[in-house]
Structure formats: structure tokens, C-alpha cells
């Protein structure tokens, strides 16, 4: 099997993750653990993960010049990314959460077309003004009252800057892929993560009781440490080493589908008009944006 196909499956299971931890992450605030206190608890468990890993492959030193990079990689990619997402998330729904996180590879596409000049199409700006169209009407008029979703205005604009620092991690550390092992980088990436994540979320990581937590949560917790964080960052450094990351972005649109389809079977979420219509509009402007890998290949 070639590196390539191994790379499109590695970012197939990552959206996989993505897509059911809407459903079980939401399950999780604010009952059991606030989202400040979710986000450190996800960066110290995989990153804990990642460098017991790390003992068993060749050690890597991260050259001088690269750190600004990894840094503002960790900054957008385990900071901003994260602790956006899942206050969002906590404040609105999954079905919202999963759509609006489509937006991603419109954005890569915008920032890439500001930061490396990319060529704008007539086909590309189309799909960029119809994805926009429907992360917009998903936060301008996807509001209805649900349970467990306080504040669904706020969460979705959240959720829609989640994307934009998202976009940025994928354009940031697309040539720190190509130079280092995906483990190097993640171990240090996540190293990063929990410094910067630690003002923010201790006191809210503090005030977990576990001793009160059922085996229902639990499971819950596990799978976004293991399965949402470690797992799904590791295959999508894999997979951005072979890959644009305008590729890997264009993954996200299956996220709704995914999404959706188990948020409505476990009965966390609805579906209404305007959502399917803000999921077309979107998935069709990402399918239009997604032609021509928006990002070339970066050469060390």
C-alpha cells in the first residue's frame, strides 16, 4: 500500500473521531467537567502519551530555526483550536459544531490565497462564498432553544473562529511534517500545548471529581484523550506529510455526516431546515474550493 493511500486512510479515521466526539465530548460539559478543564485534561493526557511513545523511536533535536514555527503550530493548532472548540461546543449544539467545523478548508483556502499568494479561480471564490454562506446562516438564524446548549449564537461564532485557527495550524505546520518524525513533533507540539493551557484550564481540570464520575463518563473521557487527541493528531501529521494540507482540510466536510448520523441516533441533537440547508451549502463550496489542492506541497 503506498504512502499516499496510507495517508488519505490515516485522515479518514481522524475525521471519523472527529465526527462522534461532537456527540460524546458535549455529553461531557459542563455536568461532569467544564471545557477550560477538558481541553488541559486532553493536552496532559496525549501528551503524556506521546512522549512515552517517543522513547521507542530515534530521537529527533527540533533545530533553532524551526521553533517559531512549532510554536505558533502549538499556539493554533492545541491552544486556540482547542479551547475555542470545545467552549463552542459546550454553549451549542453537535449538528452545529460539526457543520460550522467544515468551514476549515474554505478558510485554508482564504489564508493561504492572503499568506502564500495562492491563485484565486473564479470556481474557488464561488465555493468560498457558498460555504461562508452557510457557516453564516448557521449562526445567524440556526438559533433554537435545546438542552444543554445555553448560549448557541456565542458558541456558534466560537465555533467559526475554531475553524480559522484551525486552517492556520494546517498551513503552519505542513513544512515541520516534511522535516520531522510525526511523533517529534507531537511530543513537542503538545509539550507547548500544556504550558499554555495551564493558566486557563487548572483550576477548572481541579475541580474534576472523579470519585463521582460513572463508568458511563469515563468511557467518555477516555476516548477524547485517546481517540479525539492522541490518535487523531498523530494520523493527521502522518498524513499531512504526504498530503496539501488543503487535502487533509477538505476531510472535514464528511465530519457533518458523521456526525449527524450519530448525534441523532444517540438523541444529543436535532436536525432541522436550516441546518441541512447550511450542511449543503457548505459541503458544495468546500467540493468547489477543494478542485485543486488550494496549498502546494511544501519542499524542505
Not at 455536568?31 to 502519551?49: C, E, K, S, T
Not at 491563485?119 to 460555504?131: C, P, Q
Not at 481517540?227 to 457533518?256: E, R, V
Amino acid at each position: 500500500m503506498s504512502n499516499r493511500v496510507l495517508a488519505l486512510l490515516s485522515a479518514l479515521v481522524a475525521t471519523i473521531f472527529f465526527g462522534i466526539n461532537h456527540t460524546l465530548a458535549k455529553g461531557l460539559m459542563p455536568d461532569y467537567i467544564q471545557p477550560y478543564g477538558l481541553v488541559f485534561l486532553r493536552v496532559l493526557g496525549a501528551g503524556v502519551l506521546f512522549w512515552i511513545v517517543s522513547l521507542f523511536i530515534k530521537n529527533e533535536t527540533i533545530e533553532l530555526r524551526h521553533w517559531p514555527r512549532l510554536l505558533a503550530s502549538a499556539v493554533c493548532g492545541m491552544f486556540l483550536n482547542m479551547q475555542l472548540s470545545f467552549k463552542g461546543l459546550s454553549l451549542s449544539t453537535p449538528i452545529n459544531s460539526s457543520v460550522l467545523v467544515t468551514i476549515t478548508p474554505i478558510l485554508v483556502f482564504v489564508l493561504s490565497a492572503v499568506l502564500i499568494r495562492e491563485k484565486i479561480t473564479i470556481l474557488k471564490a464561488s465555493g468560498v462564498i457558498l460555504g461562508l454562506l452557510g457557516g453564516l446562516s448557521l449562526i445567524l438564524f440556526g438559533v433554537q432553544e435545546q438542552v444543554g446548549a445555553p448560549n448557541i449564537p456565542l458558541g456558534n461564532v466560537l465555533l467559526f473562529i475554531n475553524s480559522i485557527a484551525f486552517g492556520l495550524f494546517l498551513i503552519i505546520s505542513k513544512p515541520l511534517t516534511v522535516r520531522y518524525h510525526p511523533i517529534t513533533l507531537m511530543r513537542w507540539l503538545f509539550l507547548t500545548a500544556i504550558i499554555v493551557n495551564l493558566p486557563i484550564g487548572w483550576t477548572e481540570f481541579r475541580a474534576i471529581e472523579w470519585s463521582e464520575m460513572p463508568f458511563s463518563i469515563g468511557w467518555r473521557v477516555a476516548f477524547v484523550i485517546l481517540c479525539t487527541t492522541f490518535a487523531t493528531y498523530l494520523l493527521n501529521m502522518y498524513a499531512l506529510k504526504y498530503l496539501s494540507a488543503s487535502t487533509i482540510g477538505s476531510f472535514t466536510y464528511l465530519q457533518p455526516v458523521i456526525a449527524i448520523a450519530f448525534a441523532i441516533y444517540s438523541g444529543a441533537d436535532q436536525l432541522t431546515f436550516i441546518k441541512i440547508i447550511s450542511t449543503i451549502l457548505v459541503i458544495v463550496g468546500v467540493f468547489m474550493v477543494s478542485k485543486n489542492p488550494a496549498i502546494k506541497r511544501a519542499r524542505t
